[in-house]
């Protein structure tokens, strides 16, 4: 009886320290943070703002809409919620995780780092730019800019804000939901954008997909 109270009194100390160990969301140091995140989201957003009113519409010829491939599109999308809510409230207090400030700050220079890489992205591919799984009437072939590097990096601008978030939030459910989504929307699309640009582009991208890696930069040997 009494071994059994002491691992009951054990576990109520230890969901104690655990409760402790919640930052108040709005000490300062905490608010600072709320607004770096405020920061790298309103930055990405205003890339992307920025280069699809230039990009404007244009007659395509091919594309692959598929069930799953709009969906994990929406999950990205609505992956974004906990973020604005995370900036502008405090409902996710429990899921805070301990990081040392120096390695949250990293995630500013990710965060930002991110949105650079998505304009760049998004200057090399001009009007061949489609949010879907689409080829223009006349699509050019991008090799270019950061896809000199990298076949997708747009996916590695998407990965780089997932993991700036994470750190700059402390917080395993803002931060983690949305490297989830873009892990999911990655598998679900890679592979069918590449087939798709197999299929439009042939040998000349079988070519440039043996020097490139996908999201991270291949190797010189």
Known sequence: ??????????????????FQKQPNMNNPSEVV????????VVTWFAVRGHFQKKVGSSKKISSHHG????????????????????????????AHI???????????????SASGLFA?????LGRNWSGLLEIAKDHELVTGGPYRF???????AFFLMGIGVLLLSSNWLVGGLNLAAVTAMYLVRVADEEAMMLGHFGQSYQTYMDHTGRVFPRLRT
């Open 98 to 112: 301990a990081i040392p400030s120096w390695l949250r700050w990293a995630g500013l220079i990710s965060g930002l």
């Open 67 to 94: 069930r799953r491939e709009k969906r994990s599109y929406m999950l990205v999308s609505v992956s974004f919620l906990p973020i604005l809510l995370y900036v502008f409230t405090s409902p996710f207090s429990f």
């Open 150 to 156: 990298v076949r997708h990096p747009m996916y590695s």
């Open 33 to 40: 943070f709320r607004v770096a995140v405020g920061v790298v």
């Open 120 to 124: 760049w992205t998004h200057f090399a």
């Open 1 to 18: 009886m009494r071994r059994t109270m002491r691992v009951h009194l054990n576990s109520s100390d230890h969901i104690c320290r655990h």
